[in-house]
């Protein structure tokens, strides 16, 4: 615990200078920059030397480029205190107060100096009328669903990815086979198709309201389903559930993504993009898309193995230790009870057994339930 | 740029070229007994007999390995078949009332049979005849219309029954018509001569030149069927009563009005008709009479018949399916002054039947081809390939054994051809059936020829086994049966039928399991034996709790000891517990251990210690159904009958359409069916999209097994290791202790479970195969240490290839990451059904050969792809996706064949390989006259040429 209380700034190299900005009052003090403790202690002792000790404060830094950043755990506690030469400018919001907006590195751009920077904060109540609703940052969402390929599919398709990977919510729908018309050189032509028939209250592909019943399904994971039967086609989407990519033709076509129509954009061929909100992807540049609509499809490849689910494998011999600590419930054993000649070996396999029987499927499940995540993300092999 | 970018992996033409060298698709052969055969007919002077179905194909057949088959356009039933005797010509009369004219062609130096000519008839046709030059069509309403052949031109002389009522005397014809013409027989003398007999009776002896009545023959019993007697001075007329009759034609008396002698043989009770009969003159002295039917009604009107009758001598053949129709072989020379048959083969419905008639007693003698391969439905089926010789003749003289054969050679079979060589290393089918039985056929050539036959019904107490008693009985019995032929479709105990086998060719070793649980080993012995069964019982459950099995009980084993012929002899018998089917098992004899699967775990055994090594429960927990056994998943009622309702309501729809005919109800009846039509799609099928989930019903089924040398634990150190896949994509890897030979007694064999892998997608585990360092599949036990493979690389890295129903996947040992994938569902729509690694040999070079792994899928369609890369190479289209059991029967061998059921009783065989392919190339040279006279016709048969292919 290095904390110098109102000492005057000594420039040796070893400490930082720290300005800290509550509203109109400055507070100055040093910290050791060899050992800056945690950021819990750094806060507690923010509200200490500006004696507010019961106020909810959003810590901010000037960093050498002049953006401000937060200062709200140790990492980019510890980041602040390196960075500083050797000045560390602090300021210091009310939490229910806070302008988030001021955060970010565009400040760099709309605020070239530290001194603007700090008129927008101490002047808060001018350019804001209320308190926004505090959301997460995007880390902390999973994405359920996404509109994919705006620029490259016909306003009258769309392309909806759904992310069944670990989620409890069943897919939720149903397919059947119907006709729909297309226009041909012959005239207008009945053809056979795919159709959503069906949605799962509750389910995954209801609740992204992205499709809808009736929708005709045109291609799963970038394979068209025209000439496939219903059995095919369901069977390709099972296998594709994990990561499930369907292009339909929604039979509400209102609804359709409005591009900017600047360039009269027909299907494909405009160079113009415009991703809808939710369109995460956006690959590579619309001109190559546009030339090489075929090639489109080798786009999710490389994303779909990262995101690839991994299969489950466990290492029977080294686990026995931990499931023996967990698997205090199995009680399943091994041994055959007709095979009395195995009894020298039933440590040996108990511990094996163990393993086994909490280890099958159930348990696999249980493993994937708690520690599912970062094993289907990144695929380590995991050794229990 | 672009350009290689776009560049695709197939079209690199030096792969492709490759690839040429080594796959082709070709369906070579059909193995079996035609199905639903309909017809008959055999040509003396070709010896080759044909066989028409009801699905409209002919086959036809000569000495063993000479095939030809033919298929009309349309799918009508074969009615009838006759041969243009010597021109190797065929005349083929369909359902569909349409005559049509084969000839047997030579091309690529092979014979093919080619449709050359059809009419279409203009009334119903009863009956045909031929002489070489002209067709006689007897038809219903009585007409007799004659036909110029080759060309199939109609004469105008037909003979309507008009002409023949003018000679017929008054009281005979009682204002009535004769009737359909029932049956036309040419004179065997003179040509221009033809017997006609009309449904009422009355038999015509009508002369074609002179267009005149020579003889009438007022017969007044419904008539079935006629023939002549060899020299032309007598005819047998066999009618409806169940009686025949023999009368003679003599040129002084124009008009006969009773027959020489009347007979009802199976008389004095109302008899069945006699459908039809054949008279043949023997020189030794009284003829033999030979006809189907004529049992008498009531007690025994619904057996299938053919009655032998010579002096006193009478044998009435009891067949187990229905006679379609038979032939004597017998001398056609017409020097000869009798008929002198040899032999009567005799087509049923599901076999075909010879009888020796020489011999005393008539015995009958094995055919060599047409072998009924379902004479108990089929159950699973196993090719090996590359038999040794050493086990091939053990096989054989086993069979052997179990039926001598006396005078194997038939007539009709005595071909000027070459017999088929046995290769050192032949290939065999095993098949195994619902009874209980393993029969094992040589599949080397064209036809396949059974070698031995194994039960495994004796070592179990059934139901069936008073039989002995019954066979005493029959002494005394009238009329005299005797059960021929071996098609037996009831089984005595369903539980007996045979679901997986697995041998070891070099170790003479046999693993079969059945539906009960059953798991029995066998080792081939030379010598008869009389020894006890050790039984073993391996509880699958592990005590699982919360489970009871409602299915049926274990099969019982026969208490003290059994006699076992030579052959296949069973020394252990494992029996699951609970006994539901065994569903997989694998045999390793070198370490002496079996592993087995059923749905509810696996176990591990070493039948060299009679112990059980492992047993372990693959059952989810939430999982109940698998537990109650194979009766419970029905449908339920309100389901089941909802959906038979909208059947019927959409196959009256289609059965209006077809009667549709231009008026204005049938207009409202139109308007009506499609207004049906709509109804029915208002409620349509639909397909739930909804990933597997862990606890879906039968997750636990095992669905594989295997056993490898392979490096599991860690890379330095290999050693035995099993394999098991489930239903619900799990898989479970053992490390095996296996004591050295020596200390197999003393010390048993341990498992450790080493990794257990979850596929994420959860399909079905398919097959599961591990690859050595240069990617090829290890050698099966026994093949390195007896310098019959090269040994697998164990320096490099090891992967294993597990192959779910809806992906390939290739995992590098021992840390099982992931190296290779395909994911066949994901891309194409379709499941995996069958998989199996064969090597191809390139056709260009013996040199060059690439292991493949070949696939077939729930569409019908086999895929080939590289291993392990897992690289598309071909695809190809083989069964229909509707002949779901023809998928399930697929098989496929370790050169790049395979086998499907097409019927219940026949196997198609295909080729992928380029160069291993095994087909008829057969040859029957035919002469044919341009002179077109019956008795000047010129014909031999050169060659029969049959070649096999076949290159390991």
């Keep these: 615990m290095n904390k110098n209380h109102r000492v005057p700034s000594n420039r040796t190299l070893n400490a930082v200078e720290v300005k800290s900005k509550f509203g109109a009052e400055f507070r100055r003090f040093s910290l050791e920059r060899s050992k800056p403790g945690r950021f819990d202690e750094f806060y507690g002792l923010l509200q200490h030397v500006h004696r507010i000790p019961n106020v909810d404060l959003l810590v901010g830094y000037a960093d050498v480029h002049g953006d401000l950043l937060p200062i709200n755990n140790d990492d980019n506690y510890h980041k602040a205190i390196s960075m500083a030469a050797p000045l560390l400018r602090l300021f210091l919001q009310r939490k229910e107060e806070a302008d988030y907006s001021a955060f970010g590195t565009d400040t760099v751009t709309r605020k070239k100096t530290p001194a603007a920077l700090a008129a927008v904060l101490l002047r808060p109540d001018a350019n804001k009328k209320k308190p926004p609703i505090i959301i997460s940052l995007p880390k902390d969402f999973r994405p359920v669903s996404s509109i994919i390929d705006v620029d490259i599919l016909p306003e009258t398709h769309r392309r909806v990815r759904l992310y069944k990977h670990g989620q409890e919510k069943p897919l939720g729908f149903y397919i059947r086979d119907g006709s729909s018309v297309r226009v041909t050189p012959q005239g207008l032509e009945k053809v056979p198709g795919i159709f959503i028939s069906r949605m799962v209250p509750g389910g995954l592909a209801e609740s992204t309201g992205l499709l809808a019943v009736n929708d005709e399904v045109l291609e799963v994971n970038g394979i068209e389903v025209s000439g496939k039967s219903l059995d095919q086609v369901t069977d390709m989407m099972i296998a594709n559930s994990h990561n499930l990519i369907i292009t339909v033709k929604p039979a509400n076509q209102r609804n359709n993504v409005v591009r900017n129509s600047g360039g009269g954009a027909t299907s494909g061929s405009s160079g113009r993009s415009s991703d809808s909100s939710t369109s995460f992807y956006g690959y590579s540049t619309p001109g190559l898309m546009a030339m090489t609509p075929s090639h489109i499809i080798q786009n999710y490849e490389p994303d779909e193995e990262s995101e690839e689910e991994e299969d489950l494998v466990i290492e029977a011999d080294r686990g026995a230790k931990l499931v023996l600590q967990a698997g205090a419930r199995a009680t399943a054993s091994t041994s055959m009870p007709a095979l009395p000649r195995y009894e020298p070996h039933l440590d040996l396999r108990t511990s094996n057994g163990t393993m086994a029987s909490s280890a099958s499927a159930g348990s696999l499940n249980a493993h994937r339930g708690l520690e599912g995540r970062s094993l289907e993300e990144d695929g380590t092999v995991i050794t229990l | 740029m672009m350009k290689f970018r776009f560049r695709r992996q197939g079209n690199d033409p030096h792969r492709e070229k490759i690839k040429q060298d080594l796959f082709a698709f ?60 010597g021109q190797g010509r065929i005349l083929s009369l369909l359902d569909d009332n349409t005559i049509h004219l084969w000839e047997i062609v030579q091309r690529e130096n092979r014979s093919h049979l080619v449709e050359v000519h059809s009419f279409n008839l203009p009334g119903r046709p009863g009956i045909e005849s031929t002489s070489c030059d002209l067709l006689a069509l007897g038809t219903e309403g009585g007409g007799v219309h004659f036909l110029e052949l080759p060309t199939l031109t109609l004469l105008n002389k ?28 040419q004179h065997p003398q003179d040509s221009d001569k033809i017997l006609i007999g009309y449904s009422r009776g009355l038999v015509v002896l009508w002369d074609l030149n002179s267009r005149h009545v020579d003889n009438l023959f007022l017969g007044k019993q419904q008539l079935e069927s006629l023939v002549w007697e060899r020299s032309g001075n007598s005819f047998v ?48 002295g009284s003829p033999l009479v030979l006809f189907s039917g004529g049992m008498p009604r009531a007690s025994y009107g619904d057996r299938h018949c053919l009655t032998i009758l010579q002096d006193s001598s009478h044998v009435t053949l009891d067949f187990t399916s229905r006679v379609i129709d038979f032939f004597t072989i017998h001398c056609t020379d017409k020097d000869k002054e009798f008929d002198d048959p040899s032999a009567l083969v005799v087509l049923l419905e599901e076999e075909l039947v010879v009888i020796d008639l020489q011999m005393a007693g008539w015995p009958t003698v094995p055919a060599p081809y047409l072998a009924p391969l379902h004479s108990s439905a089929i159950t699973c089926s196993c090719h090996i390939s590359n038999v040794p010789p050493r086990l091939w003749e053990r096989v054989i003289s086993a069979g052997q054994q179990q039926c001598p054969l006396q005078n194997y050679e038939v007539a009709e079979l005595k071909d000027p051809t070459q017999k ?5 290393f032949s ?31 004796n070592i179990f107490q059934t139901d069936g086994d008073h039989n002995d008693s019954l066979t005493q009985a029959g002494e005394e019995e009238w009329p005299p049966f005797r059960k021929v032929g071996c098609f037996d479709p009831y089984s005595d105990d369903p539980r007996l039928a045979i679901q997986k086998i697995s041998v070891c060719k070099y170790s003479g070793k046999l693993v079969v399991a059945g539906t009960a649980g059953q798991v029995i080993v066998l080792v081939l012995s030379d010598e008869k034996s009389d020894h006890m069964i050790d039984v073993a019982t391996v509880d699958l459950l592990q005590d699982r709790e919360g489970f009871t099995w409602k299915g049926h009980d274990r099969l019982p084993p026969k208490s003290g000891s059994v006699v076992f012929a030579p052959g296949f002899q069973p020394v252990v018998l494992v029996q699951c517990m609970p006994p539901a089917a065994v569903t997989a098992v694998t045999l390793h004899a070198e370490w002496n251990l079996i592993a087995f699967g059923t749905s509810h775990g696996f176990g591990l055994f070493d039948y ?26 029905v449908k339920s009622l309100k389901k089941s009958l909802r959906q038979s309702f909208r059947r019927i309501r959409k196959s009256r729809v289609s059965g209006k359409k077809r009667v549709v005919v231009n008026s204005p109800t049938s207009k409202v009846q139109e308007a009506n069916a499609q207004l049906a039509e709509h109804d029915a799609e208002v409620t349509p099928v639909q397909r739930r999209i909804e990933p597997r989930s862990a606890d879906d019903s039968l997750s636990g089924v095992v669905r594989c097994l295997c056993f490898a040398d392979t490096f599991l634990r860690d890379g330095t150190h290999h050693g035995p290791t099993m394999w098991a896949g489930t239903n619900s994509g799990s898989v479970y890897a053992y490390a095996l202790d296996v004591p050295s030979q020596e200390k197999f007694s003393e010390q048993s064999v341990e498992a450790l479970l080493g990794k257990e892998i979850q596929l994420m997608h959860r399909a079905p585990v398919v097959s599961i195969a591990v690859l050595d360092g240069r990617g090829n599949p290890l050698p099966e036990p026994y093949e390195v240490s007896r310098d019959l493979a090269k040994a697998p690389d164990m320096q490099g890295s090891h992967s294993v290839l597990i192959v ?17 994938k395909f994911k066949l569902t994901a891309h194409e729509g379709c499941r995996v059904r069958k998989v199996a690694l064969s090597n191809f040999t390139s056709v260009s070079s013996e040199e060059y050969s690439e292991n493949a792994l070949v696939c077939l899928t729930n569409l019908g369609d086999i895929h080939v792809f590289s291993v392990p890369a897992l690289r598309p190479q071909v695809r190809y289209d083989c069964i229909r996706k509707e002949d779901i059991s023809g998928i399930a029967s697929c098989v496929f061998t370790k050169t790049g064949q395979g086998f499907y059921l097409i019927s219940p009783s026949e196997y198609e065989r295909f080729s992928l390989s380029a160069r291993v392919i095994t087909e008829p190339l057969c040859r029957v040279d035919v002469e044919r006259p341009h002179d077109l006279s019956a008795h000047r016709i010129y014909t031999k048969i050169n060659r029969l040429l049959k070649k096999i292919k076949w290159e390991n």
């Design chain 2, 804 to 820: 779910s129903e809806e992906q390939f996947k290739v995992f590098m040992l021992p840390k099982v990451s992931a190296k290779t």
């Design chain 2, 420 to 424: 088929l060589k046995t290769s050192a």
């Design chain 2, 158 to 185: 037909s003979l309507f029954q008009d002409e023949i009522m003018q000679s017929i005397p008054e009281e005979y014809k009682c204002g009535k018509s004769l009737g359909p013409v029932e049956s036309l027989q």
């Design chain 2, 427 to 457: 290939p065999q089918v095993l098949c195994c059936h619902e009874d209980g039985t393993v029969r094992f056929w040589d599949a080397s050539g064209v036809s396949l020829k059974p070698l031995y036959k194994l039960s495994t019904a």
């Design chain 2, 237 to 284: 007329s066999s009618h409806s009563d169940g009686g025949y009759m023999l009368w003679a034609v003599s040129s002084s008396n124009p008009c006969t009005h009773d027959p020489i002698s009347s007979t009802i043989p199976y008389g004095p009770f109302p008899c069945k008709a006699v459908n039809k009969i054949l008279w043949r003159t023997t020189e030794s």
């Design chain 2, 608 to 633: 060299h210690r009679r112990s059980p090594v492992l047993a372990r429960c693959t059952l989810h927990p939430n999982d109940s159904l698998a537990m109650e056994g194979p009766l419970s998943r």
């Design chain 2, 26 to 85: 070709n369906k070579t052969v059909e193995h079996g007994f035609p199905n639903q055969p309909s017809a008959l007919a055999y040509d003396p002077k070709l010896q080759l007999m044909a066989i028409g179905t009801k699905s409209g194909a002919i086959k036809i057949y000569g000495a063993p390995g000479v095939e030809m088959t033919g298929l009309h356009k349309d799918t009508a039933a074969v009615t009838q078949i006759h041969f243009l005797y």
